[in-house]
């Protein structure tokens, strides 16, 4: 069974710094996703970034990127230029490989709480 | 649609009653999820269909969640007889295809209050 492991529940950064949310995860299959999503107060989930655990290029999407660690299984979203509006829960998130019986879920890490201060 | 949309928004209902929550997703997104999401909790998996049928049941909690879809649209979550840790936010997602590499596009949720 695949796990999604976020060990920070929390976690605080001045405006303007980076910030770096971990998370680690545990499958046995060579092919997979993994994904991160902000929720705000608002609770709607807004995808992030994603990477295929055959990418050899670490995903970038303007502020956000990836440090994908396979060796070590771990996808750790690195924030740079905080912004206050970036104060949100945020979650990790890995999808199992299609086929089978296997349809392609997501399973959500615990999440963890990123708050901006100014 | 321009977004997955989930009725009603918000809903109070007595221990016992029954509730239908329901998603409309993008349209011709084939691939369609039902998650819980507890207070402070991570999301758990309910249900995925693709199309109108649902492969995957295997995060149903009990026989009282039942959910259906039709016309490889709109789908509706039942729950049944409900108890107060039925309480949660149930959100749906929808994805062109189901190893879509941008994952899923979710609704606002709709937030069951059991009491």
């Known amino acids: 069974a695949q796990k999604i492991t976020q060990t920070q529940p929390g976690m605080f950064v001045q405006e303007k710094e980076a910030v770096t949310l971990d998370c680690t995860y545990d499958t046995s299959d060579q092919s997979y996703g993994l994904f991160w999503y902000k929720q705000p107060s608002s609770g709607e989930m807004i995808f992030l970034i994603y990477q295929g655990s055959y990418d050899e290029q670490n995903a970038t999407e303007g502020r956000y990127s990836l440090n994908f660690q396979k060796a070590r299984k771990s996808a750790n979203l690195v924030i740079s230029a905080s912004q206050l509006g970036d104060s949100a829960m945020y979650f990790c998130a890995m999808r199992e490989p299609l086929g089978g019986t296997s349809y392609g879920k997501l399973t959500f890490g615990q999440g963890t709480i990123l708050t901006v201060h100014p | 649609g321009a977004g997955v949309s989930q009725s009603p928004s918000n809903k109070v209902t007595e221990k016992g009653k029954d509730v239908e929550l329901r998603c409309d997703p993008i349209?011709?997104?084939?691939?369609l999820y039902w998650y819980r999401q507890s207070l402070g909790q991570g999301l758990e998996f309910l249900i995925y269909?693709?199309?109108?049928?649902?492969?995957?049941k295997s995060g149903l909690p009990s026989d009282r969640f039942s959910a259906e879809r039709t016309g490889g649209s709109v789908s509706t979550l039942t729950i049944q007889r409900t108890q107060q840790e039925d309480s949660a936010v149930y959100l749906c997602?929808?994805?062109?295809?189901?190893?879509?590499?941008?994952?899923?596009?979710f609704g606002s949720g709709t937030r069951l209050t059991v009491v």
């Open positions: 269909f693709q199309g109108n049928s649902a492969p995957d």
């Open positions: 997602a929808s994805s062109p295809t189901a190893d879509s590499n941008y994952g899923y596009t």
């Open positions: 349209s011709g997104h084939t691939a």
